[in-house]
């Protein structure tokens, strides 16, 4: 599937394999003591404009395909890094690949992976690239597109790097496509996105993808060290994205950052300052996103946000669950109660938010498939163990009424990462 320029997977399937992983690398840099999260400049763009399109990468036969077939399917997952246990990321990497199996762009195959954040633990090391980056997604036949994580850009005083985010930079954001010797054997090249924050142009959707910085709690887009360069893009991307809804242009428009605005994590905290900024630069472009994804919170949530402005109802979902070996448990209630799903409550700003469901014991990634008319989400959970997938959730949302129903497209994580697995043994039979 890939095209001059790039490539995406091995050219030979192979299985998992765990026992030539060194064990200082599987503990990546869990040891080192962590330093107060701080605020940290954002690295200069590699160039100009920041943005990119799909058919650059895919190139414009495979985009066509996707365009006649009336849709565009893509996966999304955040907080992948496997380390101490490696077998959380690779199950949920097989099951990446097993839902790429057997398709082409007519049928629903997913166009690329759009990653939430927090690829690598646990200062975004490029010695670990290999092992939580390359290694996992050896056989994803499809495009990795990025927006960083705060353990991608934060930094140790005892490792030393020329400046936060460089290993990212040097992996997914290079002028053009190379073969980074940290990737060892796999195929795969770097991804040439043209800052850290970047608006992916596909066909039916438009991605918005904002950089958080470093902060362990608190999610930041501008201010300080970071300056105000990512507030004045997105505004401007905002109001290119009106523009061209005022001149036909109906293309879904999401927002992809890695620490999200709501989060009932126990281990996490939601960011309203950095929620504030983007609603105000959303109103100043007379323009909302139709969808916000998020990871950081190492679990999945789903809220609904339903704007007194006009009524739409936004959902942001919180897909954190990929990989990394501690899932977030949910803030429980006295005396230890589960939190309450499907009740309405307030957002702090006079929107009703509600709480549709979250999932705190099951690792995953999200399926999702853009049409002119809607967007439709499924949570695919992966057991570890037997590598079956299941439905952890599923919904719609109307493009045109801009109206949530629950339930909907659940049952399209019907695949199995065993299948992929026998794929992957068929194909490498093939081969020989």
């Not at 380390?83 to 949920?92: D, G, L, Y």
């Not at 109001?239 to 005022?246: D, G, I, N, S, V």
């Not at 339903?306 to 897909?319: A, C, F, L, Q, T």
């Not at 999200?366 to 439709?376: D, E």
Request: proline share 7%; with cysteine.
């Amino acid at each position: 599937m890939a095209t001059p320029g790039f490539a995406f997977a091995d050219p030979r399937p192979t299985p998992d394999n765990y026992d030539t992983f060194n064990p200082k690398d599987v503990f990546a840099d869990s040891g080192v003591p962590v330093p107060p999260p701080e605020i940290e400049p954002i690295p200069p763009a590699t160039r100009t404009p920041l943005v990119m399109a799909l058919s650059d990468v895919l190139g414009t036969a495979a985009s066509g395909q996707i365009q006649q077939s009336g849709q565009i399917v893509f996966h999304s997952v955040g907080d992948t890094g496997g380390v101490k246990n490696p077998a959380p990321q690779f199950a949920v990497a097989d099951g990446l690949i097993g839902d790429l199996a057997g398709k082409d762009y007519t049928k629903g195959r997913p166009a690329f992976l759009y990653h939430l954040g927090d690829v690598v633990y646990y200062f975004g090391q490029e010695q670990y690239y290999f092992d939580q980056f390359y290694d996992p997604y050896r056989d994803y036949d499809a495009p990795i597109f990025a927006v960083p994580g705060n353990h991608d850009s934060a930094i140790a005083p005892s490792i030393p790097v020329p400046y936060s985010l460089q290993p990212f930079v040097d992996n997914f954001c290079t002028k053009t496509s190379v073969h980074n010797p940290i990737a060892q054997g796999c195929a795969r090249t770097t991804m040439t996105e043209p800052a850290v924050y970047f608006t992916l142009d596909a066909p039916f959707v438009k991605i918005i993808g904002l950089y958080s910085n470093a902060g362990e709690t608190a999610g930041v887009i501008s201010g300080g060290a970071a300056g105000n360069a990512q507030l004045q893009f997105l505004l401007a991307q905002l109001q290119a994205a009106a523009a061209q809804r005022k001149g036909g242009d109906v293309r879904a428009l999401i927002i992809a950052v890695h620490h999200p605005p709501f989060t009932g994590s126990s281990g996490h905290s939601p960011s309203p300052d950095m929620l504030a900024q983007i609603d105000a630069q959303c109103t100043a472009a007379g323009i909302w996103p139709d969808m916000v994804l998020s990871g950081h919170a190492h679990l999945y949530e789903r809220y609904t946000r339903k704007m007194k402005s006009d009524g739409r109802e936004i959902p942001y979902v919180v897909s954190g669950n990929g990989g990394y070996l501690n899932l977030s448990k949910f803030k429980t209630g006295k005396g230890g109660a589960a939190a309450k799903t499907g009740v309405a409550g307030g957002d702090g700003k006079g929107n009703v938010l509600t709480l549709e469901t979250y999932n705190d014991t099951t690792f995953g990634f999200l399926r999702i498939t853009v049409s002119a008319k809607s967007i439709l989400v499924s949570s695919i959970g992966v057991d570890q163990t037997t590598k079956k997938t299941s439905s952890l959730d599923g919904f719609t949302l109307d493009l045109t009424k801009h109206i949530v129903t629950n339930g909907v497209g659940a049952k399209t994580a019907s695949k199995s990462a065993a299948k992929a697995a026998k794929a992957k043994k068929a194909s490498r039979q093939k081969s020989k």
